[in-house]
């Protein structure tokens, strides 16, 4: 019998991209990994809250969008292609978290604040769009690529 498709099983899919954020922020960087939001049943909450010698990094993390309805809509039914572009959702996802991560600094100037996207041209063009308010705020992202590789960019 064939498995019906999962969203899970997209290397992209934003649970997978925060698992691969939170492995390197614990092996690479040396935080300990002190929350991370289920984002199965889409838990409020910051997807990743590490700590490490005193200081506390949020990562706002998204995944890329689909091309397949993830569940049944009126729309169509899961499996089915959609009929937005994934790369027109990722924009919007990429508003989501920037507004979340600047929202948290503001209620704690004190922490540091990070982006985690799965490596995708739309993603990387944004950031980089951003490079300016990056600088000023203090904003880091991670990339994650399909194999596996996260590529981490300090704010400055």
Known sequence: MKK???KTQDWF???NIQEKIANYMEITE?????????TESKKQGPDIKGEKDGKYR??????YPSDKYTANF????KGEKKRTNPNTQARH???????????RKCSDPNIEIALGFPYFKVYENLVE???WLRSKVGISCYFVKEAGEVIYLHSD
């Not at 009126?74 to 039914?77: A, Q, S, V």
């Not at 996802?93 to 991560?101: G, K, P, R």
């Open 93 to 103: 996802w990429f508003s989501e978290a920037l507004v979340e991560i600047l929202l």
């Open 58 to 63: 949020i990562v706002a993390i998204k995944g």
């Open 30 to 38: 040396g935080f300990k990994v002190t929350e991370k939001a289920n």
């Open 74 to 77: 009126p729309g169509g039914k």
């Open 4 to 6: 019906e498709w999962d």
């Open 13 to 15: 899919w934003e649970g």
């Open 129 to 131: 769009r951003i490079t």
